[in-house]
C-alpha cells in the first residue's frame, strides 16, 4: 500500500545518507590534518574516532536487522518464512504467468487466497496449515498464487492494473471448474476480488459461493487511510513523481531497498502495519518480500490504485461475505471495512481488536479461526451447474 511504500523509500533515503557518512568519516580519516613542527617537518595527523566511525556505521549497514528485530518485535513461538513450496506455472489470457500452489482435499470447495500489495503467496502459511486442519471436519483445497510480477510470477512488460490481476483471478476460478470456490482476499487481494465482481459479475454468480475480505477498501486506498487529507494532498507533488521516479531509476532503488533490509531500516517501515505483539519472523517476512519483489512493479501498482475504485460492486454480490478489519488498521480504517459491508446485500463485519493491517499474521489464530468457520458453513461441496461450465 502506498503510505508502506512512502515509509519504506524515506527511510532507503536515510540509509543512503549512512553511507555517505561512512565516505566522509573514512575520507577525512585517511585524508587527516598536515601538522607542522617546529623544525618544519610536515607531519599527517588522523583522528581515529573518524575510522571508528565508518567502521560502526558499516557494520550497522550490513548487521542492523538483528538489533532491529530484537528491538521491533517479539520473540517466535510459531515462526513463519518466505519459502515457496512446489507449484506450477499458469497462463493467463493476459499473457501474465501466474505462479500457482495448490494442496487439500478433492472434495469441497476450492479456497483462492489473493496476497496483499508488495507481499507474496508464502504469506499465506498460517492460513493453509489452518485449513488443513479443519479439513477432517470440513474438506477443501487451498489455492494460493503470486499476482502478475510479484514473486515466481511474471507480468507481460511489466504492467501492473488491478483489472489484469481480476482477469489472472477469473483464470483461477475457471481452472477450479467443475468445483465452487470461496474467494479470499487481503488489502490489494480484496480489491482484485471486487474488480471481478464489477467487471465480470456472472464469474462471480455461477461459480463463488463465498467471499472473505480482509483487511481492504473499495476505493483508492489513500481516502481509507489514516491522514487521508494529507494522503491526498501529496498525491501528486509528492507520491507520484516519487513512484515514477522509482520506475526509472529500477536498478539503485533495488539496491537501496537491499541496503535498507540489511540494516533493518526497511523493518522499522513495515513495523507500522503491525499492532503490539508481532513477532520476529513476521516482520522480517513482510520486509523481506517488500525487498525482493521488483520496486517498479510495485510502484506500478501503488499508481494503479490512486485510479481504481469499485465502490458500490459488492451491492451485486449474490453470495455471502465476510469482512475482517483491524480495529488498529492505518493502511485501511476499519471505517472503509464498515462501508464494504454497508455497500453488500449480505455482509457480516467482524472487527478485531489489536490488529493493524497485517492483523492476518499477527493474530492468525483468530483470522484464520472467521475463515475457516466461513468456509464450513458456506462451501458447498457439489460442483457448479453444467450450464454454467466453461
Same mark, same amino acid.
Given at each position: 500500500?502506498?503510505?508502506? +511504500?512512502?515509509? &519504506?523509500? $524515506?527511510?532507503?533515503?536515510?540509509? *543512503?545518507?549512512?553511507?555517505? /557518512?561512512? #565516505?566522509?568519516?573514512?575520507?577525512?580519516?585517511?585524508?587527516?590534518?598536515?601538522?607542522?613542527?617546529?623544525?618544519?617537518?610536515?607531519?599527517?595527523?588522523?583522528?581515529?574516532?573518524?575510522?571508528?566511525?565508518?567502521?560502526?556505521?558499516?557494520?550497522?549497514?550490513?548487521?542492523?536487522?538483528?538489533?532491529?528485530?530484537?528491538?521491533?518485535?517479539?520473540?517466535?513461538?510459531?515462526?513463519?518464512?518466505?519459502?515457496?513450496?512446489?507449484?506450477?506455472?499458469?497462463?493467463?489470457?493476459?499473457?501474465?504467468?501466474?505462479?500457482?500452489?495448490?494442496?487439500?482435499?478433492?472434495?469441497?470447495?476450492?479456497?483462492?487466497?489473493?496476497?496483499?500489495?508488495?507481499?507474496?503467496?508464502?504469506?499465506?502459511?498460517?492460513?493453509?496449515?489452518?485449513? +488443513?486442519?479443519? &479439513?477432517? $471436519?470440513?474438506?477443501?483445497?487451498? *489455492?494460493?498464487?503470486?499476482? /502478475?510480477? #510479484?514473486?515466481?510470477?511474471?507480468?507481460?512488460?511489466?504492467?501492473?492494473?488491478?483489472?489484469?490481476?481480476?482477469?489472472?483471478?477469473?483464470?483461477?476460478?475457471?481452472?477450479?471448474?467443475?468445483?465452487?470456490?470461496?474467494?479470499?482476499?487481503?488489502?490489494?487481494?480484496?480489491?482484485?476480488?471486487?474488480?471481478?465482481?464489477?467487471?465480470?459479475?456472472?464469474?462471480?454468480?455461477?461459480?463463488?459461493?463465498?467471499?472473505?475480505?480482509?483487511?481492504?477498501?473499495?476505493?483508492?486506498?489513500?481516502?481509507?487511510?489514516?491522514?487521508?487529507?494529507?494522503?491526498?494532498?501529496?498525491?501528486?507533488?509528492?507520491?507520484?513523481?516519487?513512484?515514477?521516479?522509482?520506475?526509472?531509476?529500477?536498478?539503485?532503488?533495488?539496491?537501496?531497498?537491499?541496503?535498507?533490509?540489511?540494516?533493518?531500516?526497511?523493518?522499522?517501515?513495515?513495523?507500522?502495519?503491525? /499492532?503490539?505483539?508481532?513477532?520476529?519472523?513476521?516482520?522480517?517476512?513482510?520486509?523481506?518480500?517488500?525487498?525482493?519483489?521488483?520496486?517498479?512493479?510495485?510502484?506500478?501498482?501503488?499508481?494503479?490504485?490512486?485510479?481504481?475504485?469499485?465502490?458500490?460492486?459488492?451491492?451485486?454480490?449474490?453470495?455471502?461475505?465476510?469482512?475482517?478489519?483491524?480495529?488498529?488498521?492505518?493502511?485501511?480504517?476499519?471505517?472503509?471495512?464498515?462501508?464494504?459491508?454497508?455497500?453488500?446485500?449480505?455482509?457480516?463485519?467482524?472487527?478485531?481488536?489489536?490488529?493493524?493491517?497485517?492483523?492476518?499474521?499477527?493474530?492468525?489464530?483468530?483470522?484464520?479461526?472467521?475463515?475457516?468457520?466461513?468456509?464450513?458453513?458456506?462451501?458447498?461441496?457439489?460442483?457448479?451447474?453444467?450450464?454454467?461450465?466453461?
Amino acid at each position: 500500500m502506498p503510505i508502506i +511504500a512512502f515509509a &519504506r523509500t $524515506l527511510l532507503s533515503l536515510v540509509g *543512503v545518507l549512512l553511507l555517505g /557518512a561512512v #565516505i566522509y568519516f573514512a575520507w577525512t580519516w585517511w585524508t587527516g590534518a598536515i601538522y607542522v613542527d617546529d623544525a618544519g617537518v610536515a607531519e599527517r595527523l588522523r583522528e581515529d574516532w573518524r575510522l571508528w566511525t565508518a567502521l560502526a556505521l558499516i557494520a550497522f549497514s550490513a548487521l542492523g536487522r538483528l538489533p532491529m528485530l530484537l528491538f521491533l518485535a517479539r520473540s517466535d513461538t510459531d515462526p513463519t518464512h518466505a519459502r515457496h513450496g512446489q507449484g506450477e506455472t499458469v497462463q493467463s489470457p493476459t499473457g501474465a504467468l501466474l505462479y500457482v500452489e495448490s494442496e487439500g482435499s478433492d472434495d469441497g470447495p476450492v479456497i483462492i487466497a489473493t496476497h496483499g500489495w508488495g507481499l507474496d503467496s508464502t504469506i499465506w502459511r498460517y492460513l493453509r496449515r489452518d485449513l +488443513a486442519e479443519q &479439513r477432517a $471436519l470440513s474438506p477443501n483445497s487451498v *489455492v494460493v498464487w503470486d499476482l /502478475a510480477g #510479484i514473486g515466481r510470477s511474471r507480468a507481460p512488460d511489466g504492467e501492473v492494473s488491478l483489472e489484469a490481476f481480476a482477469e489472472d483471478l477469473e483464470t483461477l476460478v475457471l481452472r477450479a471448474a467443475p468445483r465452487r470456490v470461496i474467494l479470499v482476499g487481503h488489502s490489494i487481494g480484496g480489491m482484485t476480488i471486487q474488480t471481478l465482481l464489477r467487471d465480470r459479475p456472472e464469474i462471480v454468480r455461477d461459480r463463488v459461493d463465498g467471499v472473505v475480505l480482509i483487511n481492504t477498501t473499495y476505493t483508492n486506498p489513500l481516502k481509507t487511510m489514516i491522514l487521508s487529507d494529507l494522503a491526498q494532498a501529496l498525491r501528486k507533488p509528492v507520491l507520484e513523481p516519487l513512484f515514477r521516479l522509482t520506475i526509472l531509476l529500477k536498478p539503485l532503488a533495488w539496491l537501496s531497498a537491499w541496503q535498507s533490509y540489511l540494516n533493518g531500516l526497511s523493518h522499522v517501515a513495515n513495523r507500522l502495519q503491525f /499492532a503490539g505483539s508481532v513477532t520476529r519472523s513476521q516482520l522480517d517476512h513482510t520486509a523481506l518480500l517488500g525487498t525482493r519483489n521488483s520496486p517498479a512493479v510495485l510502484a506500478r501498482g501503488n499508481l494503479a490504485m490512486f485510479d481504481w475504485s469499485a465502490s458500490g460492486a459488492l451491492s451485486a454480490l449474490p453470495c455471502p461475505l465476510l469482512i475482517i478489519g483491524g480495529e488498529q488498521d492505518i493502511v485501511t480504517k476499519l471505517e472503509a471495512s464498515a462501508t464494504l459491508q454497508a455497500q453488500a446485500r449480505e455482509a457480516e463485519l467482524e472487527p478485531v481488536s489489536n490488529a493493524n493491517h497485517m492483523g492476518f499474521l499477527e493474530r492468525s489464530h483468530h483470522y484464520n479461526g472467521l475463515i475457516a468457520e466461513f468456509v464450513a458453513t458456506h462451501g458447498r461441496a457439489s460442483p457448479i451447474a453444467s450450464s454454467a461450465a466453461p
